[in-house]
């Protein structure tokens, strides 16, 4: 492989790296944006039933963004201690809402 084709090769590895992680971020920017929008609205809802629902909708979500942010850090996109900052804020931010409407929830909803 003459040098001429080894940095044709070095391009295209690195667009197909770079599109793999922008989709990795892109996907954690989004369901962050959710989380977020989805916590305010069991702060405003007064209706227990759909504070429930939207509660249980949150903590899968929470889950599915806590994963994404886990295999970013596995595959290099994102470093350890920025996962780690992001995860505690959204863990703050939800914790006080979870232990405000427990009272409603029973823990196998989980």
């Known amino acids: 492989m003459n040098k001429?084709?080894?940095?044709?090769?070095i391009v295209t590895q690195n667009n197909r790296n770079r599109m793999i992680n922008r989709r990795?971020?892109?996907?954690?920017?989004?369901l962050a944006?959710?989380?977020i929008k989805n916590m305010k609205e069991i702060k405003l809802q007064e209706n227990l039933e759909k504070k429930k629902d939207t509660l249980i909708?949150?903590?899968?979500?929470?889950?599915?963004?806590?994963?994404?942010l886990d295999?970013?850090?596995?595959?290099?996109i994102l470093h350890k201690n920025t996962v780690a900052r992001k995860k505690s804020k959204i863990r703050r931010s939800f914790d006080p809402l979870k232990k405000q409407t427990k009272f409603i929830i029973n823990s196998s909803d989980f």
């Open 33 to 35: 944006k959710l989380l």
């Open 57 to 68: 909708l949150t903590s899968k979500i929470l889950n599915t963004f806590f994963s994404f």
């Open 4 to 9: 001429k084709q080894k940095n044709r090769k």
């Open 24 to 30: 990795y971020i892109s996907t954690i920017k989004t």
């Open 71 to 76: 295999k970013a850090v596995k595959k290099g």
